[in-house]
């Protein structure tokens, strides 16, 4: 059972477009929820992460936009590049001392020059 | 890759023959996982590991077994390969600090 959904699959933006990720969870125990991007053939990274107290992160051209009433949380990419062209993923850990995240299915970003 | 390397990076074996994929790390991390990565599917947590000889299952765990002898090691051993496992695995240790996870550049297994 999925417990956090992604959407949309896949995006396509042009160079200095915005791209917006969205994520949205059920399970209220969720207490921190990092973003991670991928290129092909390596592993994933994280990009940047939140903690629900807060409604908004942001490192550079990336920003989490956290809405805990709505149970839902987007990542924002401003002034996007070719070079921003990866698998985004979301997550969530559920609370706990293991650290185990549930993740997204994923979202294909590609930046058009 | 924060320490982490992932042995074979690449793997083509027949359905039913044992398969193990071996995870290392320098970072002297308390917490390691196993997921797999399949189009559609996202990460998926198959096993972790929180110390020495201290593992759990994940979501998908059936037809998987893991083992942790020592801090650097977490292997992962498909007893009877199956097509279904055909995958990317990934490896990834956590702080056990933070919620962080830190991920190896994955093993590429396909059971023909």
């Known amino acids: 059972q999925q417990q956090v959904k992604q959407s949309p699959q896949s995006l396509i933006v042009q160079k200095g477009g915005i791209s917006i990720i969205n994520c949205a969870y059920e399970?209220?125990?969720?207490?921190?929820f990092p973003w991670y991007q991928q290129f092909p053939g390596k592993g994933p990274a994280l990009l940047i992460a939140?903690?629900?107290?807060?409604s908004e992160k942001k490192e550079g051209r990336f920003t989490i936009s956290f809405n805990k009433s709505a149970k839902q949380f987007s990542l924002h990419i401003m002034d996007s590049q070719p070079g921003d062209s990866a698998t985004y993923f979301c997550?969530?850990?559920?609370?706990?001392?293991?650290?185990?995240?549930?993740f997204g299915k994923g979202t294909l970003l590609t930046v058009n020059p | 890759d924060a320490g982490i390397t992932q042995s074979p990076r690449h793997k083509v074996t027949e359905t039913g023959t044992p398969v193990t994929l071996r995870c290392h790390q320098t970072?002297?991390?308390?917490?390691m996982y196993w997921y797999r990565q399949d189009p559609g599917h996202g990460l998926r947590l198959i096993h972790y590991?929180?110390?020495?000889?201290?593992?759990d299952k994940g979501e998908v765990s059936d037809g998987y077994s893991v083992s942790r002898s020592k801090t650097e090691d977490f292997l992962l051993t498909l007893e009877s390969a199956t097509s279904s496992q055909t995958s990317v695995y990934f490896c990834?240790?956590?702080?056990?600090?933070?919620?962080?996870?830190?991920f190896g550049p994955g093993t590429r297994l396909l059971v023909l």
């Open positions: 970072e002297n991390h308390r917490y």
């Open positions: 990834a240790i956590g702080t056990g600090v933070i919620e962080t996870q830190y």
């Open positions: 399970n209220t125990a969720f207490d921190y």
């Open positions: 939140i903690r629900p107290d807060v």
């Open positions: 590991s929180y110390g020495v000889k201290d593992t």
């Open positions: 997550a969530a850990h559920s609370g706990g001392s293991n650290y185990k995240l549930t």
